[in-house]
């Protein structure tokens, strides 16, 4: 993707009353978002998305924007069950501009509830790294202030799987 324009985080700014002359760290988790949501709906993704809850978000700014194109990796987190059988799985996705790491987030969500004990943790999908889950373009429609000033979309795209 490339990098927003002065233009485009100058009415980032003011949509959401952020200091001018500035990217807000805020405006970074529209794209991170928008790679995690393409993530999870892939077919490889294990988990529905109706019922996951975002439990934790972390960004962390390693160095200022620059012009030109960015590149945005993301990886998936299968963490262990829990006592209860609760899985969560961790969305972590960095940004780079020739190779210079700018960004990195990481999202946790609650991907399936425990059942108190009930179901074996056997029968859950085994803990480890997904690589494999893909992405998938996203519609390009913008429905709130901050998706208008930049042109990236914060809604849920008509074919998400529930």
Do not use: K
């Not at 991170?32 to 993704?45: D, E, G, I, Y």
């Not at 109706?50 to 299968?78: F, Q």
């Not at 969305?91 to 969500?109: I, K």
């Amino acid at each position: 993707m490339e990098a927003p324009t002065r233009v485009e985080c100058e009415a980032y700014n003011a949509a959401l009353d952020f200091a001018p002359g500035t990217v807000a760290l805020t405006w970074w988790y529209l794209p991170v978002q928008r790679a995690h949501l393409a993530t999870m709906l892939s077919p490889a993704f294990p988990y529905r998305i109706a019922g996951m809850v975002h439990v934790e978000n972390l960004l962390v700014a390693h160095a200022p924007l620059p012009a030109g194109p960015l590149r945005l990796s993301t990886r998936i987190d299968i963490l262990p069950p829990s006592a209860s059988g609760a899985v969560l799985c961790r969305l972590e996705t960095s940004v780079s501009a020739d190779g210079t790491p700018l960004l990195t987030c990481s999202s946790t969500y609650l991907a399936q509830r425990g059942t108190g004990g009930r179901r074996s943790a056997a029968a859950l999908p085994q803990p480890g790294r997904r690589s494999d889950a893909g992405s998938s373009p996203l519609p390009q429609d913008a429905t709130t202030p901050a998706s208008q000033a930049t042109g990236i979309p914060s809604t849920w795209p008509a074919g998400a799987r529930a």
